[in-house]
């Protein structure tokens, strides 16, 4: 969940990649929807952060987001709460911290060869310099 897709694919976009090719179903959820053209090169798609979040049989396995989405949105906060009291969700965060976290706790996503090759393109897409770290650090860490 993020502000936007430079935000999405400028803190995760690696960890976007490297879950979509190994099979997992990546949901985006963006305050405001713009150029997908970044996400696009990454394998993703996007859509608009729902006011009500409805998991009720299949409960993410992780949940990643923007301390800034967590601050202005209430249907993220509840996700969020929801995600801690029930302790079956990795959660990450960047960009600050998140109420019930431990912001001390930092989690780190290694990027693999070929997402180190895509994520310059998507961030370059996205409007953004094309410079990749080997690693995506969340704070958080897991929780279950």
């Not at 995760?12 to 190994?22: E, H, M, P």
């Not at 608009?48 to 949940?63: Q, R, S, T």
């Not at 949105?73 to 431990?102: E, F, M, T």
């Not at 998507?122 to 897991?142: D, H, I, K, Y």
Request: with cysteine; glycine share 10%; proline share 4%.
């Amino acid at each position: 969940m993020a502000v936007d897709t430079a935000d999405s694919v400028s803190a995760a976009g690696g960890l976007i990649f490297d879950s979509i090719r190994a099979g997992w179903i990546v949901d985006i959820y963006l305050e405001s929807l713009n150029d997908e053209r970044a996400l696009y090169i990454l394998g993703a798609r996007s859509v608009v952060l729902p006011e009500v979040f409805e998991f009720e049989h299949e409960w993410p396995d992780a949940v990643f987001l923007s301390a800034a989405v967590h601050d202005r949105h209430r249907g993220v906060q509840r996700l969020v709460a929801g995600c801690i009291r029930r302790q079956i969700s990795d959660i990450g965060v960047w960009g600050g911290s998140v109420p019930g976290l431990d912001a001390e706790a930092v989690g780190e996503h290694r990027l693999s060869t070929a997402a180190r090759a895509f994520k310059p393109h998507a961030l370059n897409a996205a409007g953004l310099p094309p410079q990749v770290t080997n690693v995506e650090s969340f704070s958080g860490g897991r929780r279950r």
